[in-house]
């Protein structure tokens, strides 16, 4: 008899917080302690007074593994309200990289018209080496970095992704 495995799927998890000493180490600990892993991890105040954090999480896993997941930082006290973008339906995601490329001739001139076409703006130049910024999407920012390992790809700096749902209301 054969057993049908479940996929797993990716899943962009919006957790508010009490903007507290350890409530980071908390969350990563949960995370830790039942061998899920985390993609991608985010935290900014997002309160004038600096009290609230919103922390957004990039994770993999079945069905059952994201619903577990979310009940268990659900429990956690400091925890205000955790969203599944994923499971919400539309929303935007975006994540920053610094991509350094370092070469000479034709290799400079490539990855000049290569940031351009991923539109990757210059933020610092040498006559040897280019510091790219470009933004978008997870996807987007791979394509462009294995991109650059073909002229010169010297050393990379992500951001995460952030996300937010489409439309007028908040979640």
């Known amino acids: 008899m054969h057993i049908k495995e479940e996929a797993k799927e990716r899943h962009t998890l919006s957790v508010t917080v009490d903007n507290e000493p350890g409530i980071l180490a908390r969350i990563a600990g949960l995370f830790t302690a039942r061998g899920y892993n985390i ?3 985010t935290v900014a105040d997002v309160t004038e007074d600096e009290s609230i954090s919103r922390i957004t999480i990039v994770t993999s896993g079945v069905p059952a593994t994201i619903e577990q997941i979310i009940a268990q930082l659900d429990r956690l006290v ?12 539309p929303h935007v ?22 940031a351009d076409v991923y539109r990757a703006r210059v933020v610092d130049a040498t006559t040897s080496s280019f510091v790219f910024e470009v933004t978008g ?7 462009f970095i294995t991109l650059m390992r073909e002229v010169g790809l010297v050393e990379v700096a ?8 489409r439309g007028r209301e908040a979640v």
Not at 78 to 88: C, Q, R, S, Y
Not at 158 to 165: E, K, L
């Open 158 to 165: 992500r951001t995460g992704v952030v996300a937010i749902a």
């Open 78 to 89: 400091p925890v205000h309200k955790v969203t599944d973008l994923t499971e919400i339906g």
């Open 137 to 143: 999407g997870s996807e987007k920012l791979d394509t």
């Open 93 to 114: 995601e975006r994540e920053l990289a610094l991509v350094k490329v370092a070469g000479l001739g034709d290799h400079r001139i490539e990855a000049l018209r290569l």
């Open 39 to 41: 993609e991608s991890l």
